[in-house]
Every structure is written in C-alpha cells, then in structure tokens.
C-alpha cells in the first residue's frame, strides 16, 4: 500500500470559486506529479516536481498552479474554478528515475 | 509521435476464465513499461514495470509479456476473479534522461460476471 493521501476525495464546489487539492507522501520521493483524468481517459500531465521549489508544467495546459515548499507536500490550487475543472485530480510521486510511481486515491472535483 | 494504444476499450469475461489485453506503442526511445490496474474512483496501482531486456513478468495470475521489436505487449490474466474488474493501463517511459516522461494508454475496461 502506498504512502500518498489525496484530500479531499470529492468536492462539489460553484463556479468562481477557489480550491486547494491537498496531496502529500510519506516516502521521502523527490518527484511528484499530478494528473488530469476525465472518465475513460487517459491520463494527462498538468503539473510536476523533481524536488523543494521545484515545479513545471506538464503536457496539459492547465490554469491551475502548484507548490512545492515541503518534499512531502504537494498541493495543488484552482484560483477561480470553472465547470471546465471538472475531473479526476490524480496525485503520483516516485523515487528515482524509472521506478514505479505511486498514486493517491484522486480528487473528484465537480464545478457547478 | 509517442503514443500508446490499447485493445480492446472493452472486455467482458466470466469468473474463472483468463483473459489477454492488448498494447501498441510508438514511443521513442524506449526505457520500460508498465502496467497499472486502476479501480473505479481510485488511483492507479502498478501490476508489472518491464525494461528493454525483459520479455516476460508475472505478479501473482497476472503475466505481462514484451515484444521491444515489434513494440507490442501484452497482459494475461489466469482464472480471472471478481475483484479483477477494473480497467487496465499501458504506460510506456521514453526516460533516458530527467526530461523524460510517461505515455498512458486509455485503458482497457474489464468486466468479470460470476
């Protein structure tokens, strides 16, 4: 069983508001990252890091940012939610490069 | 370009009977693949991860095979069980380098009826 917590798992939230999906690991792992998913999709990269005060975007362009202040830390916020944000939020982190990554439960965000 | 393609979208079996999906990728250079079996409403959970040299990987009924040449692979899963519905994902690293990066295939979305 991984390390990696998502919260909160569901929130139903109305346009224009802001959130912060919470992520953290409890592995030590340098890399984090996060993913997008929309039901029967692939996953897409929006956001990751290789370590503290570190952060990219990824492949998907998203209007959310990221922090890293802590190596366990990984929150990810949405300034002004739209119904556009609605997905699955997925939160990974790994330990080196080409090791398994580890997911958390995911974030389902519906904006109203 | 890179990408992952999986067969089929869909597969319904019945309890106790094996089942193979199916793996198709263009990505370049290669570094390993992987599979992830992922419930419905939760993350991702790694099943294989298979590097260049590696043709073949069990864990547990589940056996991942690897063609690099033909850049194909497969999952076999013996004497499916109920808990195996769920939908199976082919993720293919290009990772030569910190600049690389994973593809995810959509998924394979497996049913097993008792």
């Known amino acids: 069983e991984a390390d990696i917590y998502q919260t909160p798992r569901y929130l139903v939230i109305g346009t224009g508001k802001k959130i912060t999906l919470e992520c953290s690991q409890t592995m030590g792992h340098d890399k984090m990252y996060w993913y997008q998913q929309d039901p029967g999709m692939e996953l897409h990269l929006i956001h990751y890091s290789y370590g503290v005060n570190s952060t990219e975007k990824g492949d998907l362009s998203s209007e959310s940012t990221v922090s890293r202040i802590r190596t366990e830390h990984f929150p990810l916020t949405l300034e002004s939610a739209r119904p556009s944000h609605t997905s699955q939020y997925l939160c990974?982190?790994?330990?080196?490069?080409?090791?398994?990554?580890?997911f958390g439960p995911g974030t389902r965000l519906t904006v109203t | 370009k890179n990408q992952v393609e999986q067969s089929p979208q869909s597969l319904i079996i019945l309890e106790g009977k094996n089942c193979t999906l199916q793996c198709n990728y263009t990505v370049s250079p290669f570094s390993n693949l992987r599979w992830y079996k992922q419930d419905t409403g939760r993350g991702p959970v790694s099943l294989t991860i298979?590097?260049?040299?590696?043709n073949t990987k069990s864990n547990g009924r589940y056996t991942a095979t690897l063609d690099a040449d033909t850049k194909q692979s497969s999952l076999h899963i013996t004497a499916s069980q109920l808990s195996d519905s769920a939908s199976y994902i082919c993720?293919?690293?290009?990772?030569?380098?910190?600049?690389?990066?994973?593809?995810f295939g959509r998924g394979t979305q497996l049913t097993v009826w008792p």
């Open positions: 993720v293919v690293s290009d990772r030569g380098s910190t600049l690389g990066r994973l593809y």
């Open positions: 990974a982190s790994e330990s080196g490069q080409g090791d398994e990554q580890y």
């Open positions: 298979m590097t260049f040299s590696e």
